[in-house]
């Protein structure tokens, strides 16, 4: 849960409810649990996540919102990555 309390910066402008998000992310990450447990790969559930915002921004024309989700996603990653290696540019 930590990375969505540093993602909401992102989003503070629209009108998102915290608890809806921290409902939809408990109940994906219970069923990415037990995907894992019965076997699947973390890297081919990451993808399939990313596919799934890639498809939802596309159906829901929202591409604008997504790319700046992303974004800070990334940098977010990027950020934990850098000190996680002793802070040295890999």
């Known amino acids: 849960m930590k990375s969505y309390l540093e993602l909401k ?14 409902d939809v992310y408990d ?3 219970d069923q990415l649990t037990i995907k894992l447990l019965k076997g699947l790969n973390v890297d081919e559930a990451q993808v399939a996540l990313v596919s799934n915002i890639m498809s939802m921004a596309s159906s829901f024309n929202n591409r604008k919102f997504v790319i700046d989700l ?8 990027e950020s934990e990555h850098f000190v996680e290696t002793g802070n040295r540019l890999s």
């Open 9 to 22: 910066s992102v989003f503070k402008d629209r009108k998102i409810v915290e608890k809806n998000v921290i």
């Open 27 to 29: 109940d994906i990450a």
């Open 70 to 77: 992303l974004q800070g996603a990334l940098a977010e990653v």
